[in-house]
């Protein structure tokens, strides 16, 4: 049972959950986005938020960043971008890195084959976190 990509039922929650997902810069956990959703469906379970997120995932229209960890943080913004995590706090953020289309060009010619897409993640000490130990 495949349905083409893109293709998504709109359904009332998921809305709800695309909007707080595309409302937030924190790239939050199922958990989170279930405990906002919940202020105004309190009816929905963190199954139905988790099956959601799923069907945006693969609809291409939230990401999922896995970061390494057991679970996953989601992203409102579906285009491919760079994100560093804070080894001390857990904060995800955006990076701002403007060679992502030169990346994907050098890869291809300097190998000679055809990228689709390609993943980058940074890690280390946020800014909060460095201004913390001086
Ligand atoms: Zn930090
Ligand atoms: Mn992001």
Same mark, same amino acid.
């Given at each position: 049972?495949?349905?083409?990509?893109? /293709? %998504?039922? $709109? +359904?009332?929650? $998921? =809305?709800? %959950?695309? =909007?707080?997902?595309?409302?937030?810069?924190?790239?939050?956990? *199922?958990?989170?986005?279930?405990?906002?959703?919940?202020?105004?469906?309190?009816? %929905? @379970?963190?199954? +139905?938020?988790?099956?959601?997120?799923?069907?945006?995932?693969? *609809?291409?229209?939230?990401? &999922?960043?896995?970061?390494? @960890?057991? #679970? @996953?943080? /989601?992203?409102? !913004?579906? &285009? !491919?971008?760079?994100? #560093?995590?804070? =080894?001390?706090?857990?904060?995800?953020?955006? %990076?701002? #890195?403007?060679?992502?289309e030169e990346l994907e060009k050098r890869v291809e010619e @300097?190998? $000679?084959?055809?990228?689709? +897409?390609? $993943?980058? &993640? #940074?890690?280390?000490?946020?800014? &909060?976190?460095? !201004?913390?130990?001086?």
């Open positions: 049972m495949s349905k083409p990509k893109g /293709f %998504i039922r $709109r +359904t009332k929650q $998921r =809305e709800l %959950i695309l =909007e707080v997902l595309k409302g937030t810069t924190c790239h939050p956990t *199922a958990d989170w986005v279930y405990e906002k959703v919940r202020e105004e469906l309190p009816s %929905i @379970s963190l199954g +139905t938020v988790y099956r959601n997120l799923r069907s945006l995932v693969e *609809a291409g229209e939230v990401l &999922e960043l896995t970061f390494g @960890s057991s #679970f @996953s943080r /989601f992203d409102g !913004n579906p &285009e !491919n971008h760079y994100h #560093f995590a804070c =080894e001390e706090c857990g904060q995800v953020s955006d %990076i701002d #890195f403007p060679l992502q @300097s190998n $000679r084959l055809k990228v689709h +897409t390609h $993943r980058l &993640e #940074f890690y280390g000490i946020c800014q &909060e976190c460095l !201004n913390k130990k001086e």
